[in-house]
C-alpha cells in the first residue's frame, strides 16, 4: 500500500488536479475510488444550464416545516399596489382555467429535471385587470417564504400557480396544494405553499435573496449568489 | 412526519465552518416568542441550499447560514432571530 | 469550551476493515491520523467525490468508544440511497474515506454526567447509543443504563453478539428489544413498535429523573419523545436524533 515513489505516503492520500465538467475546476485532492454517485452527466445537452446535471428523482430542500393548511382555510391573494386586491378560496381558484404545461426546471444546487409537466393557472390571468404602478412582485407563502420577481417576468406566460405534478394533486413535500412555478428561473424561486401576490412598487429580496442567492437568477447565465 | 425536520445538532457541521466553539450546547432566546433551549434541542432544516435553525416553539428562524462553494468561498449568517446567546463551559 | 478553538477540516480517514453486522448493515473502521478523540454520541460528516469533482456528503454516527482508537462507523445500507450503497458494496480496506468531525456536542454522554441512562433506538439508530455503551463500560462506569431497542427482526438488529454479551456480564445494563415485522419461533419479547405502554414498563421512573437518548427514523423519534414527556419526563434531559430521509 505504500509506494516508495510518494515519498512513503500511503497511495490514497495524494491529491490530484482534476477538471470539472465543461470547464476548469478547483483542485479538489481527494477522489473516492469507484464512486459515481446517481446523477446523469448532461452530455453537452443545450437544454441543461451551465453546472447543472441531471437526476431520476424529485429532491426535496426545505428551510422550515411542511405546511397543512385545510382547503377549507386555504385563499390566494393578490394585493398591494393594486386598486382592488383580489382573493380567491380553493374552490375559486380551481374554477379557473388550467393549462398543462411541460418545463424543465433548475435548481440552484446544481440538479435539473427536463420535462416536468405540471398544471396551474397562469399569473397571467390571476393579474388580468389588475391596475398597477409595481414593477414588482413578492410571493408569499405559509410558514413565511418569500421570493422576488420583476413583475414582468411573472407575466407573459412565464409564470403559473401550480396545483397538479404528474397529474396527481401537487404533495406536500413539493409545494402543495399549490405553489408559484416559474421555471426560466432557479427553482427557489417556485415558492412552495405559496398563498399569494404582493405587488410592489420597490423590489423586496426575499428568504433566500437577502442571504446570498442572487436577486434575479437566471440559469443560463448562472446567476446563483450575490456578484454573479 | 415531516422528514426533513431534523433536532438542532444537524446543523452542528455548517456551523462548526463557522465557529470554533461548540454551538449546538449554547442557549439560544428567540426574538419573536422569547423560548430559551440549547441550539441542539431546536430543529434544523438542512440542505444544499441552505441551513435554517428554528425555534422549536414558534418555528421562528434563529439561524440562516448560506455557503458558496465554488469560485469564492463565502458565507451569509443571519442570526436575527436570536436575542442572544449563552455560551457556557463544558464541566 | 475548554477545547482548545479549533476550524471542522476535511481529512482523510484510511479503512482498515469492514466487517458485516446484519443483511442490511456494515461497520466501517477508520483510521484517522491526528484523531483528536471524540465524546459518545457525535457523529462524523462524510464526503464522497467522483472524477468529475461531483460530491455527495451524509452524517452517520460514530458507533466506537471514545477510548478505542479507531473511528467505526456503522452503514445501513438505503435501497435508493448515494452514499450508503457505496459504502456497503465498494469501499474496501485501504481505500481513503474524506469525512470531518467529530460534531455535535449536544448528542452526547459522558460516564462522569452520571445518570440512569435510557436509551431508546430504532434501527440503525443504535450506532451513537452503542458509543455510549460502549464508553461506559470502559470506564467501569456503574450508571444504570436500559436500552429499549426497536428493530425489524432479531436478525436486523444490529451489534447483537456484543449487546448480549454485555448485558450478560453486567447486570447494571438491561436490554429489551422489540421486533415490529417479524419474530423467530419462540419468541416472547415485544412484537410492535414502541408505544406510551411499553416505555412505561421498560423506561426508569420519571422521579429518577434519567439521562434520556433517542435516536433512529424519525416517525420513531418523534412518538418516543412525545410519549416521554407525556409520561413526565423533563423535556430538557430528554435528547433526540432524528436520521431524516437519508439515514443514519
Redesign the interface.
Known amino acids: ?1 505504500f509506494d516508495p515513489a510518494f515519498g512513503g505516503v ?1 497511495k ?2 495524494y491529491s490530484r488536479r ?4 465543461g470547464g476548469i ?2 483542485g ?1 485532492g ?10 446523469r ?1 448532461a452530455e453537452a445537452d443545450d437544454r441543461v444550464p451551465p453546472g447543472q ?1 441531471l437526476v431520476e ?1 424529485f429532491p ?7 405546511p397543512h393548511t385545510p382547503l377549507a382555510e386555504w385563499s390566494f391573494a393578490v394585493e398591494g399596489e393594486v386598486d382592488e386586491p383580489k382573493t380567491w378560496s380553493w374552490e375559486e381558484f380551481r374554477a379557473l382555467p388550467s393549462e398543462e404545461i411541460t418545463r424543465d426546471i433548475h ?4 440538479w435539473s429535471k427536463l420535462g416536468t409537466t405540471w398544471e396551474g393557472v397562469p399569473v397571467d390571468l390571476l393579474l388580468e385587470g389588475v391596475d398597477t404602478a409595481a414593477a414588482y412582485v413578492v410571493a408569499f407563502c405559509d ?2 417564504y418569500t421570493t422576488n420577481l420583476p413583475l414582468e417576468e411573472a407575466m407573459g406566460g412565464k409564470a403559473w400557480i401550480a396545483h397538479t405534478y404528474e397529474g396527481e394533486p401537487l404533495p406536500p ?1 413539493h409545494g402543495g396544494p399549490a405553489r408559484l412555478l416559474v421555471p426560466h428561473l432557479y427553482f ?1 424561486k417556485s415558492a412552495k405553499w405559496v398563498r399569494g401576490l404582493r405587488l410592489v412598487t420597490e423590489d423586496e429580496p426575499g428568504f ?1 435573496e ?4 442572487h436577486n434575479h437568477g437566471d440559469p443560463w447565465r448562472e446567476q ?2 450575490w456578484g454573479d | 412526519m415531516d422528514e426533513q425536520k431534523l433536532d438542532g445538532n444537524a446543523a452542528a457541521g455548517v456551523l462548526a465552518e463557522i465557529f470554533t466553539f461548540e454551538i449546538t450546547t449554547a442557549r439560544s432566546t428567540c426574538v419573536n416568542c422569547g423560548a430559551t433551549g440549547e441550539v441542539g434541542a431546536q430543529m434544523a432544516y438542512v440542505s444544499e441550499i441552505g441551513t435554517v435553525v428554528r425555534c422549536a416553539v414558534c418555528d421562528n428562524p434563529l439561524i440562516r447560514i448560506v455557503r458558496q462553494d465554488a469560485g469564492p468561498q463565502r458565507y451569509w449568517l443571519d442570526l436575527k432571530g436570536i436575542e442572544y446567546l449563552q455560551l457556557q463551559e463544558r464541566l | 469550551m475548554t477545547d482548545a478553538p479549533r476550524k471542522l477540516t476535511w481529512r482523510i480517514g484510511e479503512v482498515v476493515e469492514t466487517s458485516p453486522d446484519t443483511p442490511r448493515t456494515k461497520r466501517l473502521f477508520l483510521d484517522v491520523p491526528g484523531w483528536e478523540g471524540h465524546r459518545a454520541g457525535q457523529h462524523v460528516d462524510v464526503r464522497l467525490t467522483a472524477e468529475d469533482s461531483y460530491q455527495a456528503q451524509r452524517s452517520y454516527s460514530i458507533a466506537s468508544a471514545p477510548e478505542d482508537g479507531r473511528v467505526e462507523l456503522l452503514i445501513e445500507r438505503l435501497e435508493d440511497g448515494e452514499v450508503s450503497p457505496y459504502l456497503t458494496d465498494e469501499i474496501r480496506t485501504g481505500d481513503g474515506l474524506e469525512l470531518r468531525g467529530p460534531i455535535g456536542g449536544w448528542f452526547a454522554w459522558d460516564a462522569r454526567e452520571g445518570g440512569p441512562l435510557f436509551l431508546v433506538a430504532g434501527g440503525s439508530g443504535i450506532a451513537p447509543l452503542m458509543a455510549m455503551i460502549r464508553h461506559r463500560q470502559a470506564t467501569g462506569s456503574g450508571t444504570p443504563v436500559r436500552l429499549l431497542f426497536s428493530s425489524r427482526s432479531y436478525e436486523d438488529v444490529i451489534f447483537r453478539e456484543e449487546l448480549e454479551r454485555l448485558a450478560a456480564e453486567d447486570e447494571t445494563l438491561q436490554i429489551t428489544h422489540t421486533l415490529t415485522r417479524s419474530t423467530p419461533p419462540g419468541w416472547k419479547g415485544y412484537d410492535r413498535r414502541i408505544d406510551e405502554e411499553m416505555l412505561g414498563e421498560i423506561a426508569f421512573s420519571p422521579d429518577e429523573r434519567p439521562l434520556v437518548f433517542v435516536c433512529g427514523p424519525t416517525p420513531l423519534v418523534e412518538a418516543v419523545a412525545t410519549a416521554l414527556v407525556g409520561l413526565g419526563y423533563e423535556p430538557t434531559r430528554v435528547k433526540t436524533e432524528r436520521f431524516g430521509p437519508t439515514g443514519g
Do not use: D, H, N
Open positions: 500500500m500511503p490514497w492520500m482534476i477538471t470539472t465538467v475546476g478547483m479538489r481527494f477522489i473516492s475510488r469507484g464512486f459515481r454517485g446517481k446523477r452527466q446535471y428523482g426535496v430542500l426545505s428551510a422550515g416545516p411542511t435548481c440552484v444546487t446544481k410558514g413565511g413535500e427557489w433566500w437577502s442571504l446570498g442567492y446563483r449568489y
